[in-house]
């Protein structure tokens, strides 16, 4: 088996691209631990299941005591968890931008502080961010703005993790065909719009599936063994200047 004795934690992995990597995770062998604001989604995944706030800082020093108490050491860290909204910017009120920020942002780098001393030599941290950081998106001007940071972590992880033999990567998702394409809080026909539009926008003319990024997931995590400090978009080469 693929990931037999590894030992994962997956924020965020109840649903879509999380869910897609705990899945294969564990058909592959290894035993996962994973969160989500409630843990409803999570009935009969063979994981440890905990219910985590990843805006709250009690919430992620208990995740710590939950992973230490229950897996010990970690091979693999995968920074899943997501919030944004599809607003524009004048719409965008100081509790929207505060929970972006809180969820994308802080909670990705606390998060990361206390668990990295869980991780084992030679193990790994990948983040979900999104092809939203790299170009400008309407409607998801605060969201864009946290995944740019979080890309940013990215970079500074990798440096002060390389003694440790540590790698850290980031995963930026296209459009992805889950249930709430990764926003919360829109309408059906807005969400419709917003999922036709995708695939105008997208060179190869189709959403991606969370099996493609739980792929690229687990080559950061696993088999790109002298990558780290990268940024490995999956998007149907929207992000990368390509018209068809």
């Known amino acids: ?15 879509g691209m999380g869910r897609a ?38 919430d992620i020093a208990k995740l710590r005591q939950e992973v230490e108490e229950r897996l010990g050491g970690i091979d693999l860290l995968f920074i899943n968890v997501g919030y944004a909204t599809l607003y524009g ?19 990705a780098f606390f998060t990361v502080q206390q668990l990295a001393p869980l991780i084992r030599e030679g193990g790994s941290i990948v983040f979900t961010t999104s092809i939203a950081q790299t170009g400008g998106a309407k409607g998801l001007s605060a969201y864009s703005g946290a995944k740019a940071a ?12 390389a003694p440790r033999n ?26 419709e719009a917003f999922k036709q539009e995708g695939d105008e926008i997208t060179p190869l003319k189709r959403h991606g599936d969370a099996n493609e990024v739980a792929d690229a997931v687990l ?6 063994t002298f990558t780290t400090g990268a940024d490995l978009p999956v998007d149907g080469g929207l992000g990368q200047g390509i018209h068809a």
């Not at 290894?30 to 995944?45: M, N, P």
């Not at 719409?91 to 809180?102: I, K």
């Not at 080559?219 to 790109?224: C, K, N, P, Q, R």
């Open 21 to 58: 990597v705990v899945d294969k995770l564990i058909e592959g062998g290894a035993e996962v631990l994973l969160t989500g604001r409630t843990t409803d989604k999570a009935e009969g995944i063979k994981a440890h299941a905990i219910a985590s706030d990843a805006a709250n800082l009690e």
């Open 166 to 191: 540590i790698r850290v990567n980031v995963v930026s998702p296209g459009f992805i065909d889950t249930p709430s394409m990764g926003v919360s809080g829109v309408p059906q026909d807005v969400l």
């Open 150 to 161: 979080v890309r940013s972590f990215g970079r500074s992880f990798a440096a002060e993790l």
């Open 219 to 224: 080559f950061l995590a696993f088999e790109a």
């Open 1 to 15: 088996m693929k990931y037999l004795g590894k030992k994962v934690v997956v924020t965020g992995g109840t649903h």
């Open 89 to 107: 910017f004048a719409d965008v009120t100081p509790d929207d931008y505060d929970r972006t920020f809180d969820v994308n942002t802080k909670g």
